[in-house]
Structure formats: structure tokens, C-alpha cells
């Protein structure tokens, strides 16, 4: 497996699980996401975007990085196009790093879709901030290693049909959700996660115990 870190813009706590997790990754970093390399204590391999969110210091900090800049007119986000980026140098799995919270809600918004949308094209995909972690759960089945107490919602973006979940505090057998239902919110994982989906997509958001 080739993993990438995609550093995107949005909140980051620095946890020692998240450390583990990005150990021997490759590293791109999107727009103003690159000040989470200092953070990290990584170096980018590139650096993607129309780079109207990063200031001076930042541009002098990083001026040894390759920069791959895009205009500010165009279809994509810059988040985007740097998994695209990393798809090109041979990625299977990409972590998206800063994925949630920030200053943009509709970027936040648009990194969940876009998960969904890489793990339907066959890429392991995971989002994180330190604080909180994601994944797509699409048909079949999906597992996760959160620990147990972790505080975790199933987030359905369509209708959901035959969910089921193990290891959890509120286990569910073969249930079917509309789509803006509540029932997949708030649950705790008990263990090791086992979740079966018969058809539907949605994305899995838990709290990770710091």
C-alpha cells in the first residue's frame, strides 16, 4: 500500500494516533494546509493550489518545496486536485489531514463527498483532524479500529438499506435508514467495528479520545 497525507486546511490537534498513522507516508500539502507540515514536523514533496490562502512567511518558509499552482478560476478545490496529485505518483491510500472543522464549513462538507467519492474509485480513504477520524462505509462490509469509548456517528448522504453494526454500545441488524434520519448518530464503540451495508453511502465520524 502507498500512502499519502494530504494536508488540507481546516483544524488540527496533534495526537500521538495520528502521528502513528502518517509514520513513512508521502506528503502533499493543499494551499494554507501547508502550515500543518511545521505543525507535523513533515516536509511537503509538493505543494498544491492557487495559493491565495497562504501569506508571505509561509510562501519564504516553504520556498524549496515544488509547487504545482493553479489558477483561482477553476472546477476544483485545491484539496482536490492534490489527491489527484497523489493518485499520479502511484497513491492507494490517502489520509486527509485537517479534513474537518475550519473556517470553510462547505469545504469541510465537500472533503466528506469527496471521500466517498475516492472510495467508490477503490482508494482507501480516511480523514482526520487528531480529534475526530472518518471514513467511507459503502456496500459490503467496512471495519475500523477506534478505541473503545470512542464517540461515533454513521452520517447516511442517501438512503441506507440492511445496516448493520458490531461493536458498538447500540448495535443495529440489517436495518434500513432514510436519508436525514438520526438513528446512526451518537453511538460508542465497544471494540473492534464491523459495519454491513447493503446498499447506500454515508460516512462514518468519530471523537478520538486524546
Known sequence: ?????????????????????????????????????????????????????????????WRDVAIERHPADKDMTDGELAA????????????????????????????????????????????????EEGWPVLPGETTGDLPPGSLFSLLPFTDLAGLSIDGAKWPLAGRDVPFGSSLTLSNVATGPLRIRLAAGRALLVARIGL
Not at 27 to 36: L, V
Not at 48 to 58: C, P, Q, R, T, Y
Not at 117 to 122: F, H, K, P, S, V
Open 84 to 131: 489527484e496529485a497523489a493518485l499520479a505518483r502511484g497513491a492507494t491510500a490517502l489520509l486527509l489531514v485537517g479534513a474537518f472543522g475550519g473556517e470553510r464549513a462547505d469545504h469541510a462538507f465537500l472533503h466528506m463527498t469527496s471521500a466517498i467519492r475516492l472510495a467508490e474509485r477503490g482508494v482507501a480513504v480516511r480523514l482526520s483532524s487528531g480529534g
Open 1 to 61: 500500500m502507498s500512502l499519502f497525507v494530504i494536508l488540507l486546511g481546516g483544524d488540527l490537534t496533534v495526537a500521538a494516533r495520528l502521528r502513528a498513522q502518517i509514520a513513512g507516508a508521502r506528503i502533499i500539502a493543499a494551499d494554507s494546509g501547508i502550515r500543518h507540515a511545521a505543525t507535523l514536523g513533515l516536509t511537503p514533496e509538493l505543494w498544491v493550489g492557487d495559493m491565495d490562502s497562504v501569506d508571505a512567511a509561509e510562501a519564504a518558509r
